[in-house]
C-alpha cells in the first residue's frame, strides 16, 4: 500500500519560515519524481516545485529564490523549505510522487492527503 505522509504545516507570519516533509511507503523512492503542489482556496492545484529521480529541481515563478526542494532516498523524504512566506503562500500543500513506465506501460501517481500552510499578514 502506497503511502505518502505531509507533516510540518501550521501557522506563521509573514516572512517566516516552515519546513514541510513528505514520508513515502510503499514504492521504491529512488526512482519517483517527487513534487510539491499546492491549492487555495476557490483556486486550482498548482505546482510549487518538483525533483526528478535523477536530481533535477522545477520551481513555479511565484516561489523561486524562497522555497527549495530536496530529497533524501535513504529517508524515503522530500522536503520543502519555505522561507520568507507571504500571504499568498497559503493553501493545503500535497505531496506527489510520480513515475512513467517505458515502453508506454502508463505511469503511478500517488498524492498525500496534504498540510495546511497558513501565513498572517
Known amino acids: 500500500q502506497v503511502q505518502l505522509v505531509e507533516s510540518g504545516g501550521g501557522l506563521v507570519q509573514a516572512g517566516g519560515s516552515l519546513r514541510l516533509s513528505c514520508a513515502a511507503s510503499?514504492?521504491?523512492?529512488?526512482?519517483?519524481?517527487m513534487g510539491w503542489y499546492r491549492q487555495a482556496p476557490g483556486k486550482q492545484r498548482e505546482l510549487v516545485a518538483t525533483?526528478?529521480?535523477?536530481?533535477?529541481?522545477n520551481y513555479a515563478g511565484s516561489v523561486k529564490g524562497r522555497f527549495a526542494i530536496s530529497r533524501d532516498n535513504t529517508a524515503n523524504t522530500v522536503y520543502l523549505q519555505m522561507n520568507s512566506l507571504k500571504s499568498e503562500d497559503t493553501a493545503v500543500y500535497y505531496c506527489?510522487?510520480?513515475?512513467?513506465?517505458?515502453?508506454?506501460?502508463?505511469?503511478?501517481?500517488?498524492w498525500g492527503q496534504g498540510t495546511q500552510v497558513t501565513v498572517s499578514s
Open positions: 506527489n510522487a510520480y513515475y512513467r513506465y517505458q515502453l508506454g506501460y502508463g505511469n503511478d501517481n500517488y
Open positions: 510503499g514504492i521504491t523512492f529512488s526512482i519517483y519524481d
Open positions: 525533483i526528478s529521480a535523477g536530481g533535477t529541481i
